[in-house]
């Protein structure tokens, strides 16, 4: 893969980030004659839609690229961004070509909005997913599996087809290979993040909630190539940072190429979580929908959106800084995310009991100022790259 072809890649990459009418879905559902549906972040078992010949479609709100207008007249002022500028999205028409709607249990927020996208879109299906917080195969499981099934009837309602074994057991083994190139270059990025930019990896990961789990695995395919054949990716003096907080509403790509101009490599995120939400691959011999059901309970990664019981909060956080040689955390959470922001406290206590630095900001997806956190995240690093080891 040459320069060009790699630059190419890239702007594509950056298209469909900033394609809010979803161009390539109405394409993908012209050529192929399916149905997509869209969902909120975080986690959807897409597994299951693809089975079913459904494209799901990954919805981050409108970015910085959206003025919203009508989106505003829904929320109060105190309520993050995401909702408002993905509702704004539905009443201009950009979201037409999707058949319906699934909103997972994320926050009051979100499960509000799936009753006013019943009422303001009436012609659409729309699904809220209640996911399990009891973790026990016998309760959690059995309540999982229900929420499963109706998902699945809701489909074939919709017009798709009726979900048999074989089906979920290849698009299962898709999905795993697609978990595996995303986990592969996030490997290659702990290890050579001057090699893989976290502003590059994020539109790769951002275009995959729109494309074809195919199609973005070829993306990864060559993507991976091309890094490994770059001999112009040099280390420099760059902060090894984990940034945290951002797994629900999505930072604008001006804030990531923010903190790398501010001299951080980005070796471990949140960011576009659904890729890696499981630690392993789902196991593809026996009861296919019980394998997705037991990943969902038993491997998934720490999120403030799942709950923990006696665990010790923030325990995962520091392994994470630990296991990618992150030197400091950055707190990076959406303005008025009650999640990330109530977990804050206790992941800051779990980060400062290992000794490591810590400082943090918030944003909103649609973000247009970042001069004042460059200088925090510049005087951050600064201090990583002085006074680590003294």
């Known amino acids: ?54 494209l799901p479609v990954g919805l981050m709100g409108g970015g910085d690229d959206l003025e919203v207008i009508r989106g505003d007249s829904y ?33 009051d927020v979100i499960r509000n909005m799936s009753g006013m996208w019943k009422m303001l879109f009436p012609d659409k299906l729309v699904r809220y997913l209640d996911l399990p917080q009891n973790f026990d195969r016998e309760i959690g499981g059995k309540f999982y599996r229900r929420q499963l099934e109706e998902l699945s009837q809701d489909m074939v309602a919709l017009g798709a087809r009726p979900l048999e074994e074989e089906s979920l057991r290849r698009s299962m083994a898709i999905y795993n290979e697609n978990r595996r190139l995303v986990r592969e270059l996030w490997e290659l990025r702990r290890e050579e993040p001057w090699k893989v930019p976290a502003s590059e990896f994020y539109l790769i990961l951002r275009a995959g909630l729109v494309l074809a789990v195919e199609e973005h695995s070829r993306m990864l395919e060559n993507y991976r190539m091309h890094v490994h054949a770059d001999p112009g990716r040099k ?83 520091v392994e994470r800084a630990r296991r990618s040689g992150a030197e ?17 406290p206790m992941l800051v206590a779990a980060v400062e009991k290992a000794g490591i630095q810590w400082t943090g900001f918030k944003y909103t997806e649609n973000l247009g100022q970042f001069q004042v956190i460059r200088e925090q995240a510049g005087t951050f690093a600064d201090s990583i790259r002085l006074w680590s080891g003294v």
């Open 1 to 54: 893969m040459n320069s060009k072809d790699a630059e190419e890649l890239l702007e594509r990459a950056e298209a469909l980030y900033r394609d809010h009418r979803l161009q390539s879905v109405r394409e993908w559902k012209r050529r192929s004659g399916g149905l997509a549906v869209g969902y909120l972040p975080i986690y959807i078992p897409r597994e299951l839609l693809h089975a079913q010949g459904v």
């Open 328 to 344: 400091g955390v950055l707190f990076c959470a959406p303005s008025f995310c009650d999640p990330a922001l109530l977990d804050q």
């Open 75 to 107: 929320y109060q002022s105190y309520i993050c961004h995401l909702p408002r500028s993905t509702l704004e999205l539905g009443l201009n028409g950009s979201l037409d070509c999707l058949d319906g709607m699934i909103f997972p249990a994320i926050c």
């Open 235 to 317: 280390p420099m003096d760059q902060a090894r940072v984990l940034v945290t907080g951002c797994f629900c509403e999505q930072p604008p790509l001006g804030f990531i190429k923010t903190l790398e101009r501010a001299g951080c490599y980005i070796v471990e995120d949140d960011l576009v979580q659904i890729h890696r939400w499981f630690h392993r691959d789902i196991p593809l011999e026996g009861d296919p929908l019980e394998n997705c059901i037991a990943a969902f309970l038993e491997d998934a990664v720490a999120s403030p959106t799942r709950y923990i019981g006696d665990q010790e909060k923030g325990r995962e956080l």
